[in-house]
């Protein structure tokens, strides 16, 4: 994989990329402690090492970030984008619909379709105005999408100090982000696909394949499920349930962008989301998270900031950025927050569901940089989408905290406690896998 990812970089020596990959992994490690200690995403540290590092190829005659160079790290990066999509479907708990299912349907919508609404209407405004609404409506559409996305990891830290996880505000956000991410990654899969023919016969070839994916994928789904848990049942922890999850991945990776048109990160996600259900998805999980974040997750959210393109943010881009982030945060506040009042959620309780669905992190990144990469968006609003991410986290647990001052924790454990000797001892003890 490595040689495959070194031969890009054409005639140059292969060793080159060395130098630059291991000041991002330094770096990206440093930064993102940093990020943990003020609040922030680990993946905004990321971000920042790639922008400060980015500022190495202002330097004349430099030979750390050439363009052989940066194109093995984009390579890396794809990796990385893909395995991180993987995960996020690994980790989806489907079992949550059955708590909260119907009104966190109706968050989730509410909670798409205004953010969505809000930033095409801001899109057009600045990208060729309302009337070339038509001719642009494809990439407003996409900037939309964009703002549809949530991440709630940052809500969820937040609610768990605050004992209000398990609460009924707890779980309606961690079910709506659930179906959230699932209705994001199509919408994303499904105007990328539109953007290359928007006739109508094209239109109905691009949602057939994409009908035709998700039943393909639904039936290797039931096979995959089976072989799996007998792997399992014959070889508890083996290694080989990881390395079959990573084929696993590629493989619905690359088969939806291949044979169905559809994005390779949706391919990925639905991969994850069919071996959320095995019995060992959690050791997968961890054993895929590891390895994307020893290399590929780093080199992918630095490598943002590396080719981040400040030189198109004119005072209308900055107009357009900030009135961008303005929506993005208002979108999901309001949205979610009539979904849930909707649902006679209290007033109190809907602006706490609209707050926590209003963060951003890694699936917001992702969709902006696929937007990118398909020239759908202008690579001038990713330092807005950065904006974005960093307002998000840092203005949703205040507010969280300031909206349950008082408020006693209605939190029960799930589990008994553990004796932390015992934990000590357990932790301390190697763990032996069956060898592959």
Wanted: hydrophobic content about 55%; proline content about 3%.
């Amino acid at each position: 994989m490595f040689t495959n990812a070194l031969s890009v970089m054409g005639s140059s020596e292969t060793y080159e990329i060395l130098l630059p990959l291991a000041l991002i992994l330094l770096c990206a490690k440093l930064f993102s402690l940093l990020g943990k200690k003020i609040g922030l995403p680990q993946v905004v540290g990321m971000l920042v090492a790639g922008i400060l590092l980015g500022l190495l190829k202002l330097i004349p005659d430099q030979t750390i970030f050439t363009e052989d160079t940066l194109k093995g790290l984009s390579f890396l990066a794809k990796i990385g984008v893909i395995l991180i999509m993987f995960s996020a479907g690994i980790e989806t708990d489907l079992k949550q619909f059955k708590t909260c299912g119907i009104p966190s349907v109706v968050i989730t919508i509410l909670g798409v379709v205004v953010p969505m609404g809000l930033g095409f209407i801001v899109a057009t405004a600045f990208n060729g105005g309302f009337e070339r609404a038509g001719e642009f409506a494809i990439q407003n559409l996409f900037y939309g999408t964009i703002l549809s996305a949530t991440s709630v990891s940052i809500t969820v830290a937040a609610l768990k100090e605050l004992g209000k996880l398990n609460s009924k505000v707890g779980t309606s956000i961690i079910t709506a982000a659930i179906l959230d991410d699932i209705i994001g990654v199509i919408l994303l899969s499904l105007f990328i696909s539109l953007d290359k023919g928007t006739g109508a016969s094209e239109v109905g070839i691009v949602i057939g394949k994409m009908i035709g994916f998700f039943a393909a994928a639904a039936v290797v789904g039931v096979g995959l499920h089976f072989l799996i848990n007998r792997i399992q049942k014959w070889r508890p922890h083996t290694r080989r349930l990881p390395i079959i999850g990573f084929a696993v991945c590629f493989f619905f990776a690359y088969a939806a962008e291949k044979w169905f048109g559809v994005a390779d990160i949706t391919g990925a996600y639905i991969a994850g989301l069919i071996l959320s259900t095995v019995h060992e998805h959690e050791y997968i999980d961890r054993k895929v998270e590891v390895s994307n974040y020893m290399i590929f997750a780093p080199v992918f959210f630095a490598n943002i900031g590396i080719t981040a393109d400040f030189s198109g943010i004119t005072a209308t881009m900055a107009g357009f950025g900030i009135a961008f982030i303005a929506v993005g945060l208002l979108g999901k506040v309001l949205g979610c927050g009539a979904g849930a009042l909707i649902c006679k959620y209290s007033f109190k309780d809907s602006l706490r569901i609209g707050i926590g669905m209003m963060v951003r992190a890694e699936v917001v990144i992702v969709c902006t940089q696929k937007g990118i990469d398909n020239g759908l968006v202008n690579p001038a609003i990713m330092p807005f989408v950065l904006l974005l991410v960093v307002i998000s986290a840092l203005v949703a647990p205040l507010l969280l905290k300031l909206l349950y001052k008082g408020e006693k924790s209605d939190d029960t454990p799930l589990l008994p406690p553990i004796d932390s000797d015992a934990e000590a001892t357990a932790e301390a003890q190697p763990t032996t896998e069956a060898q592959a």
